[in-house]
């Protein structure tokens, strides 16, 4: 059973629009959940944290929690080209477990 | 803004030599991390390492690799004896907590020949 799913995509958008991406988990205890945003041929690059059930909202990014679903999703408001890019999900079991798990991630392209 | 940097870049090397990939952490962190990417596949976890000593590893952590902070600002992979394998990229990470946010270098592209 894979630990962290993500729908490869790729998902495209048109330039405005909403981008969604979801991400479920296998491990129930999980407390941890971040989403990273990777171009290619670079580094994960950190864009949310979120710790408990429910929304969480920065800027344009808006990341949903439900721990009993065992899902996590990021919403792209306002999409911009500049947000074409693969989006990792990555979850930490907490406690003396420092790692993070991480899906294969979902390859956004916004249109102009 | 504070960040993790990582040298070199780009490391090419020979099928059974050493490598040793550099990363220096933000500076009041106090967890730090190693992490590969072979090239269309997941992240995956190496290693953590907290207090001067390693706090969790994973099975692809064997006995070929190690990790080292040599100094207060260094942090060191060392990969004794390369496989063709190990091509990937290594990233370091860097958390003020255990099971924080983890903020990373840009990496280092290891390539095996």
């Known amino acids: 059973q894979k630990e962290v799913e993500q729908n490869s995509g790729p998902l495209s958008v048109p330039e405005g629009a909403i981008a969604s991406l979801n991400c479920t988990y296998s491990?129930?205890?999980?407390?941890?959940f971040f989403w990273y945003r990777q171009y290619s041929g670079k580094s994960p690059e950190l864009i949310m944290s979120?710790?408990s059930n429910g929304d969480k909202e920065d800027g344009r990014f808006t990341a949903q929690l439900n721990k009993a679903s065992q899902y996590v999703s990021l919403l792209i408001r306002d999409s911009q080209p500049s947000d074409s890019a693969t989006y990792l999900c990555?979850?930490?079991?907490?406690?003396?477990?420092?790692?993070?798990?991480w899906g294969l991630g979902t390859s956004l392209a916004v249109n102009p | 803004e504070p960040e993790v940097t990582q040298t070199p870049s780009h490391q090419v090397t020979q099928m059974g030599q050493e490598v040793i990939l550099r990363c220096v952490p933000i500076?009041?962190?106090?967890?730090f991390y190693w992490y590969r990417q072979i090239l269309g596949q997941k992240v995956e976890f190496l290693v953590s390492?907290?207090?001067?000593?390693?706090?969790?590893k994973s099975e692809i952590f064997d006995d070929q690799f190690s990790v080292e902070r040599p100094d207060g600002s260094n942090f060191t992979l060392k990969i004794r004896s390369t496989k063709l394998e190990d091509s990937a990229m290594y990233f370091c990470?860097?958390?003020?907590?255990?099971?924080?946010?983890?903020?990373f270098g840009p990496g280092t592209r290891l390539t095996v020949l």
């Open positions: 979120i710790y």
């Open positions: 990470a860097s958390s003020l907590y255990g099971g924080n946010e983890q903020f």
């Open positions: 990555a979850v930490n079991r907490g406690g003396n477990n420092r790692k993070l798990i």
């Open positions: 500076s009041n962190h106090l967890y």
């Open positions: 491990d129930r205890v999980s407390q941890s």
């Open positions: 390492f907290y207090n001067n000593e390693i706090s969790e």
